[in-house]
């Protein structure tokens, strides 16, 4: 079954994840509020944000988990995969390390989320082109194997970040 970014973004209760870094808290403020803020703090556990919006004539209203990507926060936000509908798993195209570690999120997604969950593979970051470590080839392979969605954005220059 193929689904759309909207689609998973209407999912009513969305989980984003990845490494620490990758943009998850950039990516999230700028689908729900449309802004971008220069400096960030990692986020502690879980946030979350609100944001209503249509879907084939109807008001949505999505919460959209960001969660802390540092390994001592996992036991916390595994918690929260069992009632995500969809999750997008995140890295950052300009930090090789944050791609090979993607197996490590689609595990726990695959362990601790629905067995019906959609998935978006997001590579964030493309602003930084000069700097990129990460093909699109490799993102779409990654796709092929998980039997998900794909693609790239940047948070920072509002590139396909869908709102």
Known sequence: MTITVNEILASCLNKCLGDS????????????????????????GIDFKVRRMA????????QIWDTAGQEK??????????QARAAIIMYDVTRKNTFQNLRKWFRLVEENGRPDISIALVGNKTDQETDRAISVTQG????????????????????????
């Open 21 to 44: 870094g990758v943009g998850k808290t950039s990516f999230m403020d700028r689908f729900v509020e449309g802004n971008h803020r220069v400096a960030y703090n990692a986020t502690v």
């Open 55 to 62: 879907i084939n004539d109807k008001t949505v209203k999505l």
């Open 73 to 82: 926060f996992n036991a916390i936000t595994t918690a929260y995969y069992r």
């Open 140 to 163: 779409e392979r990654l796709r092929e194997e998980h039997g998900c969605i794909f693609f790239e954005s940047s948070a920072k220059g509002d590139s396909n970040v869908y709102r």
